[in-house]
């Protein structure tokens, strides 16, 4: 769909999110004025524009598959990641999916052999993916408010203009974006509301590359307010670059299969910060909060090293898979208790003060009341017969066969067949969250899905972007 950035704009093309940014740029503005590409001077592209792999002029630049290897770790210098234009920003997220698929089969082959057991379980695992696609299916229908309003910001207000292809710049954007996501991350710890959509991401009571993908619909409509900072003298083309590498380190350190990293764990956030910062025992609430740095939490005292063993999740476990209630049960109890709370600026409070505030608290709550942890805790895994959790299985990798499928047609797709997709993928991952529940009433809910998939797929609405899947279809 083709939507206009303020009265009277030229229409900007496909949706991009945090992570899709190679559109935006050219022609992207708001407030009915029509924003100009973030360009350097002939000369500096000519000289140097060749640095990063080319494709056409104008269009995202190609990544070979080491470079975007590489863009995981942030280890993509600048020489290799420098562009003049955010439309020339390459689609770095979008292209890493093969790498996330290869590194979680990784993942789930070393923990067999370390701990004789896998590094996961199918309805965690379903519950955190299906949670990742519904953060991502707002991006299909709207532009990414970050670059957006950061655009928006340099354009009309900022002091001055960094060259983009400064290594200088470059690594001050890295230490910007960093330190922007600490300060964020920080507060959706502190504030209740923020809270309440920060909480997804941690709600799973497994710790692997799957929690990594668990993330909420709701945190990315308040993150953007602490990048627009930079948008006062750093080009919008190089913030766009660092908001995905940012958002990619953060994906290979989601797991228990890597140790200790010596040296780098005075810098580097690692597989053992985030631990800690993951667990619910009393050491690690509110710990180690850095994006790819671990400095921050050094700096403002918010550091923890990993001691006892990690106990992971919520300190009072949500106890669902269902993605949508994982979504708005935080939302639903912070209502509940707005209204159930006398006074006026206690009321203030259950929304700004911390999750653990009452009236007569410390902003943040009392540590005392942080439940111990035991060693006894048991896991939120119901018993769900095998057939079931296959079947789930099959029919959950279908679901991203069509949501795949969405992301590269969508700009040929009418609105009506766009809101047809989105809303059965959302009733389908709704229907097997409560499958591997087990709940009594999930397969009226999934018979019902069946239903609804025949006569959207026999009135043209579903396709496969696989034709053995579209002939498994039609039988």
Request: charged share 15%; glycine share 10%; with cysteine.
């Amino acid at each position: 769909p083709l939507r206009a950035i303020g009265k009277g704009n030229k229409a900007v093309g496909p949706r991009e999110n945090s992570g899709r940014c190679g559109a935006l740029g050219a022609g992207a503005g708001a407030g009915g004025r029509r924003v100009p590409a973030v360009r350097a001077p002939a000369a500096a592209q000519r000289g140097r524009g060749s640095r990063a792999m080319g494709s056409r002029a104008g269009g995202p630049r190609a990544t070979a598959p080491g470079q975007q290897l590489r863009a995981l770790f942030y280890a993509l210098p600048p020489g290799e990641s420098s562009f003049p234009t955010v439309e020339e920003v390459p689609d770095y997220v979008e292209k890493s999916i093969p790498f996330f698929i290869a590194f979680i089969g990784l993942e789930f082959v070393v923990s067999w052999f370390q701990k004789r057991k896998l590094s996961g379980r199918i309805n965690d695992g379903i519950s955190s993916l299906s949670l990742g696609i519904l953060s991502r299916l707002p991006d299909v229908l709207f532009r990414s408010v970050d670059l957006i309003s950061y655009i928006y910001i340099w354009n009309n207000y900022r002091l001055f203009e960094l060259p983009w292809d400064s290594p200088w710049t470059w690594y001050l954007t890295l230490l910007g974006v960093d330190f922007a996501y600490y300060c964020f991350h920080r507060i959706s710890h502190e504030v209740n509301i923020l809270w309440a959509a920060h909480q997804v991401h941690h709600s799973s009571e497994d710790y692997n590359l799957f929690t990594a993908l668990r993330q909420s619909v709701l945190q990315k409509y308040t993150s953007w307010i602490f990048n627009l900072p930079m948008a006062l003298f750093i080009p919008p083309s190089v913030f766009a670059v660092h908001l995905q590498f940012n958002l990619l380190y953060q994906f290979w350190i989601h797991t228990e299969v890597i140790n200790k990293l010596g040296p780098l764990e005075w810098i580097l956030n690692t597989p053992s910060h985030h631990r800690v910062h993951h667990g619910r025992n009393p050491y690690c609430i509110d710990k180690n909060y850095g994006g790819t740095l671990i400095i921050w939490d050094r700096i403002f005292g918010t550091f923890e090293a990993e001691d006892a063993k990690v106990v992971y999740g919520l300190t009072h476990p949500v106890n669902s898979f269902d993605p949508i209630m994982l979504q708005l049960r935080p939302l639903a109890h912070i209502w509940n208790t707005f209204w159930a709370t006398p006074g006026f600026c206690n009321k203030l409070s259950v929304i700004f003060k911390g999750p653990g505030w009452g009236p007569g608290k410390p902003r943040l709550g009392l540590p005392e009341e942080i439940p111990v942890i035991t060693g006894k805790e048991v896991l939120f895994n119901p018993c769900v017969p095998a057939y079931l959790n296959c079947y789930a299985v099959v029919h959950f990798v279908i679901i991203v066969d069509l949501y795949t499928e969405l992301l590269g047609t969508v700009t040929m797709l009418s609105q009506g067949t766009i809101l047809l997709r989105i809303g059965y993928i959302i009733l389908s991952l709704t229907s097997f969250g409560l499958l591997v529940e087990n709940r009594p009433k999930a397969g009226i809910l999934e018979m019902i899905r069946c239903l609804v998939f025949i006569g959207v797929y026999k009135l043209g609405h579903l396709r496969s972007q696989f034709s053995s899947l579209g002939y498994a279809y039609e039988v």
